[in-house]
């Protein structure tokens, strides 16, 4: 039978996790960011996704004639796409 975890079980639990993340140094951390794919006779640029997604947002805020308000859809429409492109780069 399987034995209750307490509390001060999963404090120390999550002691250890954060203690093996800090004892790794930043370079062995990878940071790729992503991309959208470029066509075919335009040169690769890395943009990262947040980037991306801010300057989808700000189109999509443009093309509704400026309006305040609808920042969060903004960026979630914005994201949504974002996403479906990458997805869409890595099944291809």
Do not use: F
């Amino acid at each position: 039978m399987a034995t209750k975890r307490t509390k001060a079980d999963k404090l120390e639990r999550q002691t250890e996790q954060l203690g093996k993340k800090v004892d790794r140094h930043p370079d062995e951390i990878e940071k790729k960011p992503l991309t959208l794919a470029p066509k075919s006779d335009e040169p690769t640029i890395l943009i990262p996704i947040e980037q991306q997604t801010q300057q989808r947002a700000y189109e999509l805020y443009e093309r509704r004639g400026r309006t305040d308000g609808h920042d969060l859809e903004d960026w979630l429409q914005a994201e949504c796409e974002i996403k479906a492109t990458h997805a869409n780069a890595a099944a291809a």
